[in-house]
């Protein structure tokens, strides 16, 4: 039975076309994965996959997805990340002659991993650059919440990011608080009550690395793959159900504030309080991200 495997033109081009067409044979396809995005089985020879490789600085990791859970692509992820993931995963193995253009890769073999919930995480704030929308005086760090917020009669997968800090504009002098101000000439957009799903914000997404949370992506501004806007300094635990409240809508919604408007919620219920109050005080921009993952 012919693989029903998705090469995208984008990944045929870091891999070279003789590993390509070795994969569409099933020469060195898996048998059977547990898809990079919702941590299922896949079977190539019954359902249509996705390959995925996923690009460091010196190494690459393919991975394999439901089509219907992630396209074929490339991704951009620091090399930390990758080895992360790579360690992550038992059984790896160096792909038989084959070389991205960047790097050599390796290729996910299947392995369930279940971990425990730990909802947030505290990262430093990178300083401008090109990469970066947004300076942070004296490196204050992002505080970043993943939690389950019920929208219109139905669950939705949320990131909420507060800074710990005022964030001031690039260039600019003043102790002002430029965070909102900045992400909204981003494409987030204010709310003043949480009723429906925002609209998806293109360009941008979230990175679930073997079903943890390594960053939040956005549109490269001198062109080419996504580059962090915030990433995490060791992965992100997330919980079952918000991995499939993800896997569900394709998307992930990201709520931000300025500093002091949502403070560290132990609880769901109390996040969502948090959410409200900070919506009704003009202080809440929000917009929907959607998935990429390994």
């Known amino acids: 039975m012919p693989r029903m495997l998705d090469v995208?033109?984008?990944?045929?081009?870091?891999i070279g076309d003789e590993e390509a067409d070795r994969l569409l044979a099933g020469d060195s396809a898996p048998g059977g994965y547990d898809c990079t995005s919702?941590?299922?089985?896949?079977?190539?020879?019954?359902?249509?996959?996705?390959?995925?490789?996923?690009?460091?600085?010196?190494?690459?990791?393919?991975?394999?997805?439901?089509?219907?859970?992630?396209?074929?692509?490339?991704?951009?992820?620091?090399?930390?990340?990758?080895q992360s993931a790579?360690?992550?995963?038992?059984?790896?193995?160096?792909?038989?002659?084959?070389?991205?253009?960047?790097?050599?890769?390796?290729?996910?073999?299947?392995?369930?991993?279940?971990?425990?919930?730990?909802?947030y995480q505290e990262t430093p704030?990178?300083?401008?650059?090109?990469?970066?929308?947004?300076?942070?005086?004296?490196?204050?760090?992002?505080?970043?919440?993943?939690g389950l917020v019920l929208l219109a009669g139905e669950l939705h997968p949320a990131?909420?990011?507060?800074?710990?800090?005022?964030?001031?504009?690039?260039?600019?002098?003043?102790?002002?608080?430029?965070?909102?101000?900045?992400?909204?000439?981003?494409?987030?957009?204010?709310?003043?009550?949480?009723?429906?799903a925002p609209a998806v914000l293109h360009g941008w997404s979230v990175l679930l690395a073997v079903g943890q949370l390594h960053a939040v992506l956005?549109?490269?501004?001198?062109?080419?793959?996504?580059?962090a806007w915030w990433q995490a300094h060791q992965p992100l635990q997330v919980t079952e159900g918000w991995r499939a409240a993800a896997n569900k809508h394709q998307q992930v919604l990201l709520f931000a504030a300025p500093v002091?408007?949502?403070?560290?919620?132990?609880r769901e219920d109390l996040l969502r309080d948090a959410l409200d109050r900070a919506a009704a005080n003009g202080r809440l921009v929000t917009a929907a991200l959607p998935l990429a993952g390994l």
């Open 8 to 14: 995208s033109n984008e990944v045929r081009a870091e």
């Open 38 to 82: 919702c941590r299922t089985p896949g079977d190539p020879e019954q359902e249509r996959t996705s390959t995925v490789l996923f690009v460091g600085d010196e190494t690459a990791v393919l991975a394999f997805a439901h089509s219907t859970c992630l396209p074929s692509q490339v991704v951009q992820v620091t090399e930390e990340q990758l």
């Open 86 to 119: 790579a360690r992550s995963i038992s059984g790896y193995a160096t792909a038989s002659s084959a070389h991205a253009q960047h790097a050599q890769y390796v290729q996910a073999a299947q392995h369930p991993q279940t971990a425990p919930a730990a909802p």
């Open 125 to 146: 704030a990178p300083h401008h650059h090109s990469e970066a929308p947004y300076i942070v005086p004296e490196q204050a760090v992002l505080g970043v919440t993943s």
């Open 159 to 196: 990131l909420v990011v507060e800074p710990t800090a005022p964030v001031a504009r690039p260039g600019s002098l003043g102790a002002g608080d430029d965070f909102l101000p900045l992400l909204i000439e981003q494409g987030f957009m204010p709310v003043t009550e949480l009723s429906t």
């Open 218 to 227: 956005q549109p490269n501004p001198n062109g080419g793959q996504p580059v």
């Open 260 to 266: 002091g408007s949502i403070g560290r919620q132990p």
